[in-house]
T-cell receptor, first 111, second 115 residues
Framework: TQLLEQSPQFLSIQEGENLTVYCNSS?????LQWYRQEPGEGPVLLVT?????EVKKLKRLTFQFGDARKDSSLHITAAQTGDTGLYLC???????????FGKGTLLTVNP | GAGVSQSPSNKVTEKGKDVELRCDPI?????LYWYRQRLGQGLEFLIY????????KSGLPSDRFSAERTGESVSTLTIQRTQQEDSAVYLC?????????????FGPGTRLTVL
């Protein structure tokens, strides 16, 4: 069974601060996705990373896939209150249709 | 609309009753997924459809849970004889089904409360 562990589980910061959340596994994934979920809504895809060592940037968000494709990180620069939400990572394994989700990091950015 | 829609958005039922949850995927998406999200937890895979077939039902928790899909479109998740532990948000997602990255698009979910 493939498991994804996310850390920290909860994070509360002030607007303007930087932060990093982590997604770790002992399994290799063919690709890894990051989603953000706001209360009462479904997760929204932010990015997909597929190559070991890959770095993708989406405005103030930087995503990295580990060289061995077992882990990933999400770094947010100068967080804004609009970044508040649950950040989920999800990995695709051998059966590409099936995503394994982590439990998420609940981020609160305070004004 | 262009996104995945689900109905109802909220459902409150009594223990022992049956419920049906509906999902309308994005037009043209051949793959459809159901997930369950309990409070404070990640997404738990329930079932995957490719077209109208369900090659993977391994996540269904018990035989009280069933799902079908018709016309390679709408899907219904049915929970019979609901129990309190069934209370959760049920999320539906769809994807093109032929992409190597399986990027899934989610609906807003149905919040089920079993009293």
């Amino acid at each position: 069974t493939q498991l994804l562990e996310q850390s920290p589980q909860f994070l509360s910061i002030q607007e303007g601060e930087n932060l990093t959340v982590y997604c770790n596994s002992s399994s290799v994934f063919s690709s890894l996705q990051w989603y953000r979920q706001e209360p009462g809504e479904g997760p929204v895809l932010l990015v997909t990373v597929v190559t070991g060592g890959e770095v993708k940037k989406l405005k103030r968000l930087t995503f990295q896939f580990g060289d061995a494709r077992k882990d990933s990180s999400l770094h947010i620069t100068a967080a804004q209150t609009g970044d508040t939400g649950l950040y989920l990572c999800a990995g695709a394994g051998g059966s590409n249709y099936k995503l394994t989700f982590g439990k998420g990091t609940l981020l609160t950015v305070n004004p | 609309g262009a996104g995945v829609s689900q109905s109802p958005s909220n459902k409150v039922t009594e223990k022992g009753k049956d419920v049906e949850l509906r999902c309308d995927p994005i037009s043209g998406h051949t793959a459809l997924y159901w997930y369950r999200q309990r409070l404070g937890q990640g997404l738990e895979f329930l079932i995957y459809f490719q077209g109208n077939s369900a090659p993977d039902k391994s996540g269904l928790p018990s035989d009280r849970f069933s799902a079908e899909r018709t016309g390679e479109s709408v899907s219904t998740l049915t929970i019979q004889r609901t129990q309190q532990e069934d209370s959760a948000v049920y999320l539906c997602a769809s994807s093109l089904g032929n992409g190597i990255y399986n990027e899934q698009f989610f609906g807003p979910g149905t919040r089920l409360t079993v009293l």
